[in-house]
């Protein structure tokens, strides 16, 4: 015969019993019972303190987790990464691009602005003067301009160089700009995971407080909020934001654009974040909220 041993006892988890009458009505006229106390009042006075103590310290961890790491960024861009990059790159380097990618680039731009200038000039010839700055530039900075511009007038030879010490400047100072995104955003980084290492009780009480926000949130609200963000990241026009943002990361480091890379980033990434939240919707959603699940997939459908 089986018997139940103190271990077994030990391991076996309460359940709640279910009454008749449930458990909400049973809340609600358990606060109205508690009002009825002459304590009431004390009790509603600490709650509302809790409450707006709640309130003070999620605001104060939210704008300390945005504006610190901003902060100190920007001041280390500004007075630290800014000054030494450029002094480190004008003295201690001869190159004026960071990699291969940004020279295509300066050249293709060179290359249309060349086009254009043969155009415009055999267009109109006689809109072209020969300006005050025309040949300086091979005196200042010794261009040496190839051998099949020996036979170009000596206007268009005079745009081409000014044009090409225009693209080398801005090229220059885009590779420094680079350098120091990169730089200061693993601080920012760094900053935003040191604080969140600090502030552990205080993001404790913000994701409550997050937590207990969303959850008094009508279940329509929460269920257009919960397509709106799927159809953001996993949507049918969310690969085009997704190249658009590698574009923009890719731009700000000065790194080549792969589109071999795009593209698989773009058909992995959402299919892994569909997956991850088709899970946590049946997986947890339909626990906590059976009610925002049924609204969520009425308005789908």
């Known amino acids: 015969m089986y018997t139940n041993s103190p271990a077994s006892s030990k391991n076996q988890k309460p359940i709640e019993p279910i009454g008749i009458i449930p458990r909400s ?19 509603i006075l600490q709650e509302f303190r809790i409450s707006r103590y709640q309130v003070l310290v999620s605001v104060q961890c939210l704008l300390s987790l945005i504006f610190i790491p901003l902060i100190i960024t920007f001041l280390s861009k500004t007075f630290v990464f800014l000054p030494l990059t450029e002094y480190i790159w004008n003295t201690q380097n001869e190159d004026i691009f960071l990699n291969s990618y940004l020279e295509k680039e300066a050249l293709a731009e060179l290359q ?20 005050n ?34 693209l080398a400047i801005y090229y220059n100072q885009r590779s420094i700009e680079s350098l120091i995104n990169l730089f200061s955003d693993f601080l920012s980084f760094g900053t935003f995971a040191l604080l969140v290492l ?4 205080q993001i404790i009480i913000l994701k409550s407080f997050l937590l207990e926000s969303i959850y008094s949130l009508s279940d329509t609200i929460k269920s257009f909020l919960l397509i709106l963000g799927t159809d ?29 890379f795009i593209f698989l980033f773009v058909a992995t990434l959402p299919v892994l974040l569909d997956t991850v ?15 925002t699940v049924a609204t969520y997939h009425a308005m789908i459908e």
């Open 198 to 201: 600090t502030l552990k009780p």
């Open 277 to 291: 939240f088709k899970y946590w919707i049946f997986r947890y959603l339909n626990k906590i909220s059976p009610s």
């Open 232 to 260: 953001l990241l996993v949507g049918f026009h969310s690969p085009r934001g997704w190249e658009l943002f590698l574009e923009f990361v890719l731009n700000r480091f000065g790194f080549p654009h792969d589109e071999n």
């Open 112 to 131: 249309d602005f060349e086009e254009q200038l043969y155009f415009e000039y055999f267009v109109s010839p006689t809109t072209y003067e020969t300006p």
């Open 25 to 43: 009505i049973i809340r609600t006229l358990n606060r109205f019972l508690i009002q009825l106390f002459p304590n009431s009042n004390s009790l």
């Open 133 to 166: 700055w025309a040949s300086y530039q091979t005196e200042v900075l010794d261009l040496q301009l190839p051998s099949t511009y020996t036979n170009l007038p000596e206007i268009l030879k005079s745009e081409i160089q000014k044009k090409t010490v225009e």
